[in-house]
């Protein structure tokens, strides 16, 4: 089992930047895949980025392309995402998650272990 903790929500403006973490503790995996999704209220949850977690290499929603950027520090089992020019359709829950399996892909049924998320509130 892996745990996940997230941090670094909040309450910012339209433009504003932040930077959300998790760490992971248990039984972490150097070959799976790490990501962040998302759920605003309503609405269901969504992909936002992930990172593959041996290799670094990324991906991104559409929507968010350009403006945040996930990254990893290995010695710490932390990855974070890094949130530029927010926007208020940024405002929702983020949750860090571990995929099940190896070569999962960006959806959230083959992601298995959950953190329990943090509201991030962009104002206009």
Do not use: H
């Not at 949850?45 to 290799?55: D, H």
């Not at 083959?110 to 998320?117: E, I, L, T, V």
């Amino acid at each position: 089992q892996v745990q996940l903790v997230e941090s670094g929500g909040g309450l910012v403006q339209t433009g504003d930047s932040l930077r959300l973490s998790c760490v992971a503790s248990g039984r972490t995996l150097t070959s799976y895949r790490m990501g962040w999704f998302r759920q605003a209220p309503g609405k269901e949850r969504e992909f936002v980025a992930a990172l593959s977690w041996g290799l670094g290499t990324t991906f991104y929603a559409d929507s968010v392309k350009g403006r945040f950027t996930i990254s990893r520090d290995i010695a710490k089992n932390t990855v974070y995402l890094q949130m530029t020019k927010l926007k208020p359709e940024d405002t929702a829950v983020y949750y860090c998650a571990r995929a099940a399996v190896p070569g999962a892909r960006n959806v959230e049924a083959d992601f298995g272990s959950w953190g329990q998320g943090t509201q991030v509130t962009v104002s206009s």
